[in-house]
């Protein structure tokens, strides 16, 4: 765990893997653009905040806040001469703050960007069912330092989606009704989903399978008030992102 941690990067050290074996012969990211992969029906997702768990954990929320200083640092860090462009396009005074500002541009570069281009290609050859949890009041369950000295608002934030699908001891007493509701159209879902590969059944909302040509590609919004369709393209602002290296 010490070496772990030693890792300037953590998420690098979770996000490894070894190929070149009979398990896993190629990089994953080859295999899915070539479409060599069991052809087997897909359920996957995102949270619509992704990046706010790390932004919150690492600054706001433990009293460290992430300024504009690191704001604007980060940026020429994470994208060099194209900083000044991405900058325009996600400004700071958009947002409560500029660890809120930061978490939007990686959520959108990294999170959804990825989480379409996975669907994508899934899609083009197998039922692939795409979903964005949308609960922007999601209960904080993830072990913190509580109470948090730094307010922040995680959002949607990662992760924030498994107490609506595994029980859990710290998030399910703070739910709210529409909540246990949500959790319980969820559940409902992936049940149907794991019996016969598609998440449709009697009484719950219609879910479309993700077709790639699709204008937009249908994505399941899961939240309290609301279940359905949204545009994740233009919510995570895709097209800036494909027009940026």
């Not at 941690?5 to 012969?25: D, E, K, S, W, Y």
């Not at 913190?144 to 000295?149: A, G, R, Y």
């Amino acid at each position: 765990m010490k070496r772990i941690l030693r890792v300037p990067h953590i998420m690098n050290a979770f996000q490894a893997f070894g190929c070149g074996n009979a398990t896993l012969p190629e990089p994953p990211p080859e295999a899915l653009d070539a479409g060599r992969f069991h052809r087997v029906p897909v359920l996957s997702g995102a949270t619509r905040d992704e990046h706010r768990t790390f932004v919150g954990m690492l600054h706001n929320a433990v009293g460290k806040p992430f300024t504009e200083a690191d704001h604007r640092g980060a940026l020429r860090t994470a994208f060099g001469p194209h900083a000044p462009r991405v900058l325009t396009e996600y400004p700071t005074a958009d947002f409560p703050s500029p660890g809120l500002a930061w978490a939007t541009v990686v959520t959108d570069r990294m999170w959804a960007r990825g989480t379409e281009a996975q669907h994508r290609l899934l899609g083009r050859h197998v039922p692939t069912y795409a979903y964005e949890f949308a609960d922007r009041d999601a209960p904080m369950f993830l072990p913190l330092p509580l109470p948090l000295p730094g307010r922040f608002d995680f959002g949607a934030y990662h992760a924030g989606d498994l107490p609506y699908l595994f029980e859990d001891d710290k998030a399910e007493p703070l739910f709210t009704p529409a909540q246990r509701r949500l959790a319980a159209t969820m559940t409902a879902y992936w049940a149907a989903f794991a019996e016969a590969g598609d998440p449709n059944a009697p009484g719950l909302p219609e879910w479309r399978p993700y077709r790639p040509s699709g204008r937009p590609a249908y994505t399941q919004s899961l939240a309290p008030d609301r279940i359905g369709p949204v545009d994740h393209h233009r919510e995570h602002r895709l097209d800036f992102w494909s027009r940026l290296p």
